[in-house]
């Protein structure tokens, strides 16, 4: 999962960074307010963990902000030191997740993210994930169509896979390229178009067939699953506009 943390305080950044790699986790650490939602506009996450006293802007604002103006229902949850119930009130008012009083403790604070990303995006445990009509076998890295097998690389398969298990959901080329790949500085967002363009042409990833994945501009792409008959035909598109 890649977690984004807002917090101010170096020592309790080094803390909550360790425990979440620890925990197997892509973890990018923001000390100021708007260097997050600088970032938070052209990249996507899995979870924000939010203080609420901050240097230039407050958690609560950044959380409204991220809700309100730019729609994004991404998990938060606060871990701040203040526990009145009226602040309490207001964090989940303003779209907070869950709420922690400083200091968190480790297993309590896995405990709480795990719940809430399994309200969020409840986890595939099987060995397989079907979304008619492809059928993945996430042991084998192998993948079906109606039965036909499709020949593709590991990346490519888990490329597919990573969209499938997020249908729906924007997401950004840095994400794709941290969960497909790893934290690799030597790897180019470009490495992503090139494999959505394989893998769109090897699933037949078009409307006439139940399926769009369309990119965003300066951000990512998204895989919906959408009526066929919403897709115009060939004659309708031929005589669209340009």
């Known amino acids: 999962m890649r977690f984004a943390i807002l917090e101010d305080d170096p020592a ?10 620890e925990a ?10 708007r260097e997050l939602m600088r970032v938070a506009s052209r990249e996507s996450f899995d979870l924000f ?5 901050l240097p230039d802007l407050t958690g609560e604002q950044v959380l409204r902000w991220l ?26 008012s303003a779209g907070a997740d869950d709420y922690l009083i400083k200091p968190p403790r480790r297993i309590e604070l896995l405990s709480r993210i795990e719940a809430v ?4 995006q409840p986890r ?20 079906t169509i109606d039965g036909v097998a499709v ?5 490519e398969f ?21 969960a497909v790949w790893g934290r690799n500085p030597d790897l180019a967002t470009r490495t992503v178009d090139t494999h959505i363009s394989r893998v769109r042409s090897k699933l037949n990833l078009r409307p006439e067939n139940g399926f769009r994945l369309t990119p965003t501009y300066n951000f990512g792409y998204r895989l919906e699953k959408i009526d066929p008959s919403e897709s115009p035909t060939l004659g309708e598109a031929a005589m669209s506009p340009a």
């Open 124 to 143: 595939n445990t099987n060995q397989t994930l079907t979304v008619a009509p492809y059928h993945f076998d996430l042991v084998k890295k192998a993948l």
């Open 12 to 21: 309790q950044m080094e803390v909550l960074t360790g425990w979440l790699r």
């Open 117 to 120: 990303l399994r309200r969020a």
């Open 67 to 92: 809700r309100v103006e730019r729609g994004n229902d991404t998990p938060a949850i606060f871990i701040t030191s203040r526990d009145a119930e009226e602040d309490i009130a207001n964090a989940f």
């Open 24 to 33: 197997g986790h892509d973890v990018h650490g923001f000390g100021l307010a």
């Open 151 to 155: 020949e593709m690389t590991d990346k």
């Open 158 to 178: 888990e490329l597919a896979a990573f969209l499938f298990r997020n249908l729906g959901r924007l997401l950004s080329r840095g994400h794709l390229l941290e």
């Open 49 to 53: 963990l939010v203080d609420w006293v």
